[in-house]
């Protein structure tokens, strides 16, 4: 019996979009954008030191930076546990930030109500995974007028994003950043699909990958997250050797102190390796041939 070979991988061709984030372009052909800070924001003199380290990191290596802290943490494991200083003192210190450290930052919002307080700070907005199917709170975003960057349900495949993109889309939004952050995998356990991470390149749109919240244990602990922090640059040299356009890491100068996500939280001083080992691995693949290619 004659088979047939198996066939080329074929090339995808889609509209790649790139835009602007204040100074930093993300997107098709813009390099690498680096989304850090601590999970949620902390005393003034620790949000500076992680925003200058960071800031000063992607400058020498000729990368993208947005400076990335909550003001509030809605879904806390526990009710005793830290959730920032509030919208209203979060603001006035993020704008500070965005002064003082001259970069565009981000925030991630929980309602409608919040997302045109935070738009006048905010450069893009952070729309969390467990609400990427809300529907009033992506029009509010989209009405807001800035880039939003959903991050993707851990309950969803990757496919089923193209719902989110469309409600955003209908209300006005055209720039857009989807982000992976892993998926349900029975008790205490994500996984990071990277052929799913292929399938969300396909929608032409700037796609980050989480590497902190990738490596979460949800449930695991007692009063908040477990994690698996030793295994973040595994998956963040993964992600960038895929293609991604931009990564998303919480780092802390004592993760042990950290306010949220202290268990999965990366050291500030293991940063500059980490990024330096990037931008390598993004040089690289930045020329390397893609299923996904830019259509007319």
Known sequence: MWFEPPQAD???TVTLRTFQIDSVACGHGSP?????????LEAPQTNDLIGTTIRDICRDLGLGFIFKASFDKANRSSITSKRGPGIEQGLKELARLRNE???PVTTDIHTAEQAALAANVADILQIPAFLCRQTDLLLACAESGKPVNVKKGQFLSPAEMKHVVAKLEEGGCDRIMLTERGTFFGYNRLVNDFIGIGDLLEFGLPVCFDITHSTQLP??????TAGRPERAALL???AVAAGVHAVFIECHPNPAEAHSDSSTMQPLNVMDDLLR????IWQAAASAPTLVQPGD
Do not use: D, K, M
């Open 236 to 238: 963040a040299r993964a």
């Open 10 to 12: 074929t090339v995808t």
């Open 277 to 280: 080992n990037l931008a390598g």
């Open 219 to 224: 449930g695991a602990g007692t009063t908040q």
């Open 101 to 103: 450290l001259s970069v």
């Open 32 to 40: 690498l954008v680096v989304i850090a800070g601590p999970c949620v």
